[in-house]
T-cell receptor, first 112, second 111 residues
Framework: DAGVTQSPTHLIKTRGQHVTLRCSPI?????VSWYQQVLGQGPQFIFQ???????GRGNFPDRFSARQFPNYSSELNVNALLLGDSALYLCASRYHGGPEAFFGQGTRLTVV | GQQVMQIPQYQHVQEGEDFTTYCNSSTTLSNIQWYKQRPGGHPVFLIQ?????EVKKQKRLTFQFGEAKKNSSLHITATQTTDVGTYFC???????????FGKGTKLTVNP
């Protein structure tokens, strides 16, 4: 079975640009969460979606937005990129009610 | 949200030595999860502890949840080079699926 897949794996953007990151959850998982991990830190929660509805939002500016599609895949959008947005962006899916979060390999975003 | 504190931040051991990382919270935890992230990889779920005083073992790994449910530990017996990585504890928050991660303990093993 395929795990959580994210695309692209690496991305370089310029300050002020916009970026869209994509995530496909494990088949049967309807819950998708996004995390930002800067170097040397633990992942920080950005959003959680379940059945296309936002169920949680972390302490991130409005430049960050996300959505979930009918097939449960998800997009994370970041506008007006700042240098500080450079990080590994992780997507995790979960079987609703289950304890285990399954993480994708992440998208390494570099803002120059 | 309430943070979880992990110590130590780094740990370097000789292969065969034991390793322990600790996770502490100022508030009572409903549960605690542990994840391992290999260098260049993504977090991988190891275990969830729910009950006060719970102890669970996975081969050379022993996980404990404190009696007051405010601390947890992960102990690795006789480390191997395959144990290299960063170990994170994480709490859930507010009954949601949001995970609040500690800063992790980075383990390096000298062969």
């Amino acid at each position: 079975d395929a795990g959580v897949t994210q695309s692209p794996t690496h991305l370089i953007k310029t300050r002020g640009q916009h970026v869209t990151l994509r995530c496909s959850p494990i088949s049967g998982h309807k819950s998708v969460s996004w995390y930002q991990q800067v170097l040397g830190q633990g992942p920080q929660f950005i959003f959680q979606y379940y059945e296309k509805e936002e169920r949680g939002r972390g302490n991130f500016p409005d430049r960050f937005s996300a959505r979930q599609f009918p097939n449960y895949s998800s997009e994370l959008n970041v506008n007006a990129l700042l240098l500080g947005d450079s990080a590994l962006y992780l997507c995790a899916s979960r079987y609703h009610g289950g304890p285990e979060a399954f993480f994708g390999q992440g998208t390494r975003l570099t803002v120059v | 949200g309430q943070q979880v504190m992990q110590i130590p931040q780094y740990q370097h051991v000789q292969e065969g030595e034991d390793f322990t990382t600790y996770c502490n919270s100022s508030t009572t935890l409903s549960n605690i999860q542990w994840y391992k992230q290999r260098p260049g990889g993504h977090p991988v779920f190891l275990i969830q502890l729910v009950k006060s005083g719970e102890v669970k073992k996975q081969k050379r790994l022993t996980f404990q949840f404190g009696e007051a449910k405010k601390n947890s530990s992960l102990h690795i017996t006789a480390t191997q080079t395959t144990d290299v990585g960063t170990y994170f504890c994480a709490r859930t928050q507010g009954g949601s699926e949001k995970l609040v991660f500690g800063k992790g303990t980075k383990l390096t093993v000298n062969p």
